[in-house]
């Protein structure tokens, strides 16, 4: 069975940082883009980063660039979210999903698989 599964969430302090890890088992992320999304209470869930099949092209939510890097190791079959500089805005769920298509898009309805989620709480 198809799935991924986000992990490395948690509570940290504003300034600090976090690695999200997403792991898929039953299918192997070599011909997918990946992508994490991140939905705060009482808000739409909103692209935060995507990645190509290859990993030579990313894309990030302006409000991130600069303090995110996405990457992925398809050895492992695991896509990374290294989070630095944290601040209050950046508390919420955070999802990926796997797309079956070399180009990584910052669209939600191109991507078919998704994990539960993981919960980032930015807060002193």
């Known amino acids: 069975q198809a799935q991924l599964v986000e992990s490395g969430g948690g509570l940290v302090q504003p300034g600090g940082s976090l690695r999200l890890s997403c792991a898929a088992s039953?299918?192997?992320?070599?011909?997918?883009?990946m992508a994490w999304f991140r939905q705060a209470p009482g808000k739409e869930r909103e692209a935060v980063s995507c990645i190509n099949n290859g990993g030579d092209h990313t894309d990030y939510l302006r409000s991130v660039k600069g303090r995110f890097t996405i990457s992925r190791d398809n050895a492992k079959n695991t896509v990374y979210l290294i989070m630095d500089a944290l601040t209050p805005e950046d508390t919420g769920t955070y999802y990926c999903?796997?797309?079956?298509?070399?180009?990584?898009?910052?669209?939600?309805?191109?991507?078919?698989?998704w994990g539960p989620g993981t919960q980032v709480t930015v807060s002193t």
């Open positions: 999903a796997a797309d079956l298509s070399p180009i990584a898009t910052m669209v939600d309805y191109e991507y078919e698989n």
């Open positions: 039953g299918f192997s992320l070599d011909y997918y883009s």
